[in-house]
Nanobody, 126 residues
C-alpha cells in the first residue's frame, strides 16, 4: 500500500486545515489508519487513529476537541480536520496504516504501523 499525504500549509494560530491521505492498494479498507507528527528536533508522536470500520477513534490529549480523524473507504482516503491550530501544532504530519487486527485498542506507537506516507508540512504562526 502506498500513501500520499496532502493539505499542509502555512496558517495563523486559530485557523483550520484539513489533511488528506490517499491510499493505493486493496488493504486500506482492512487497515486501521493513524496520523503522526514530528516537529523539528523531536520524536514522532501520535496524533489520531481510526479503526478500519470507522467506528473507533483515538486522539492524543494535546489535540482532543480540536482535531477530527475520518475516513472514506470508498475513496481509500483518510482525513485529519485540524481546527483551532496552535503554534505548537507545527510539524510534519504523516499518515500511516496498521494492517494488524487489533480487537481491543488502536495502535498509538509508530512501530505498530506497517506503511507510511511521505509527510506534509504544517506550520502555524502566532
Amino acid at each position: 500500500v502506498q500513501l500520499q499525504a496532502s493539505g499542509g500549509g502555512l496558517v495563523q494560530a486559530g485557523d483550520s486545515l484539513r489533511l488528506s491521505c490517499a491510499a493505493s492498494g486493496r488493504t486500506f479498507s482492512n487497515s486501521d489508519m493513524g496520523w503522526f507528527r514530528q516537529a523539528l528536533g523531536k520524536e514522532r508522536e501520535f496524533v489520531a487513529a481510526m479503526g478500519w470500520s470507522g467506528f473507533s477513534t483515538d486522539y492524543a490529549d494535546s489535540v482532543k476537541g480540536r482535531f477530527t480523524i475520518s475516513r472514506d473507504n470508498a475513496k481509500n482516503t483518510v482525513y485529519l480536520q485540524m481546527n483551532s491550530l496552535k503554534p505548537e501544532d507545527t510539524a510534519i504530519y504523516y499518515c500511516a496504516g496498521d494492517a494488524t487486527f487489533r480487537p481491543t485498542r488502536l495502535a498509538t506507537v509508530p512501530s505498530k504501523y506497517d506503511y507510511w506516507g511521505q509527510g506534509t508540512q504544517v506550520t502555524v504562526s502566532s
